[in-house]
């Protein structure tokens, strides 16, 4: 399929599963995710941005999957989104909701130059913060954010124990199924009675939201814990 026909099938795949999905998906917020999308297509190959290619996936598996979240964020959030990567599911929210804040943390050097391009290109700048470390506990385990979000950065059970410490009092600590760590997981992440045996003391189930993807019909789990209040 030629560059011209992906994009328009990568389009077209995003407005039918904004629609499926009942997600807000305004023509500035669909251009900004186009950019993206397009650069994405450019450094592909250079690194190991993503394993999924083909433009139904991508928009399903990558954009609109990323952009569930919007669902149970308000306009002025504060978002920590861990170990980034491409910008999943950080630079989506911002570009769909630009009157959040966001932070990305990203370990790799050679994301951290992609996503500050990509910034750059989504003319994203105001309100958005990329930090070059690890998941930068050290530093934001104090002061913490309304939201903390890791979409693939760390299998379920060590996310509870490490997320909780990035997670404001009274905000919230989220969690994607199956991204990457397999269906079983994404069972076991759905599962309050699982949750509550690995919850840390400061943590609380606040809500589980199940979805399921339009296009390939996989389910999908997003799960949000609430912090203690001081």
């Not at 932070?103 to 913060?129: D, I, P």
């Not at 905000?171 to 509550?196: C, I, K, Y």
């Not at 979805?211 to 799960?223: A, D, E, H, N």
Request: proline share 5%; hydrophobic share 45%.
């Amino acid at each position: 399929m030629k560059h011209e026909a992906q994009e328009e099938a990568f389009i077209g795949f995003l407005q039918k599963g904004a629609k499926a999905l009942d997600l807000n998906l305004t023509d500035p917020g669909l251009a900004r995710l186009v950019a993206h999308w397009k650069l994405l297509q450019h450094w592909v190959d250079r690194m190991n941005l993503t394993t999924v290619r083909d433009p139904a996936a991508m928009a399903e598996r990558l954009y609109l999957d990323s952009a569930m979240l919007l669902t149970r964020l308000t306009k002025d959030s504060s978002v920590h989104d861990v170990g980034s990567g491409a910008g999943f599911p950080g630079l989506v929210l911002k570009a769909l909701r630009p009157t959040i804040q966001i932070v990305l943390s990203e370990a790799r050097r050679k994301k951290v130059n992609f996503l500050r391009q990509a910034v750059r290109t989504m003319n994203l700048q105001e309100g958005l913060e990329i930090k070059h470390r690890r998941v930068g506990w050290e530093q934001s385990a104090g002061a913490g954010h309304d939201e903390v979000v890791s979409r693939a950065a760390f299998p379920p059970r060590e996310w509870l124990k490490l997320g909780a410490r990035l997670v404001a009092p009274a905000g919230r600590l989220w969690m994607f199924s199956g991204q990457p760590h397999g269906e079983t997981e994404a069972e076991l992440v759905g599962n309050a009675d699982w949750l509550a045996k690995h919850l840390p003391p400061v943590l609380k189930l606040d809500e589980i939201i199940p979805y399921q993807l339009p296009f390939c019909g996989k389910r999908r789990i997003l799960v949000s814990l609430r912090k203690a209040s001081i």
